[in-house]
């Protein structure tokens, strides 16, 4: 089964960048979109970016549109999250997720990781 690893989290200060990566194991990201979540403590989980199986369509939300970034590097089986101007609401678990469908609602998805955490604090 398609086991996929979030890392790049961690504490950053308000304008600050980070970069997640979304890397897969046991088979590969090839035909499968793959969109990016975030779950704060006490709230839904928000869909943020996907981006399509042949890396040529993206959609972002409204909250990280001009800020994030996602692009996907199929060689390395690995998708990115590039995050610039955090805020401190931001501060989130991320995770990212793979599958058929392609858009911002966790059920185009099958395949989750456990996530990463972002903390954006000065």
């Keep these: 089964q398609l086991q996929l ?3 790049g989290g961690g ?3 308000p304008g600050g960048s980070l ?10 990201l090839d035909y499968k979109a793959v969109g990016w979540f975030r779950q704060a ?7 943020l970016s996907c981006i399509s199986a042949s890396g ?7 909250s990280v549109k001009g800020r994030f970034a996602i692009s996907r590097d199929d060689a390395k ?13 931001d501060t989130a678990v991320y995770l990212c997720a793979a599958g058929t469908g392609y858009g911002l609602e966790a059920a185009d998805y099958g395949y ?3 996530g990463t955490k972002v903390t ?3």
Excluded: F, H
């Design 5 to 7: 690893v979030e890392s």
């Design 41 to 47: 403590p006490g709230k839904e989980r928000e869909g």
């Design 56 to 62: 040529r369509s993206t959609i972002y939300a409204d």
């Design 120 to 122: 954006v604090s000065s």
């Design 11 to 13: 504490l950053v200060q």
């Design 77 to 89: 089986n690995t998708v990115y999250l590039q995050m610039n101007n955090l805020k401190s609401e």
């Design 19 to 28: 970069r997640l990566s979304c890397t897969a194991s046991e088979y590969t």
């Design 112 to 114: 989750w990781g456990q």
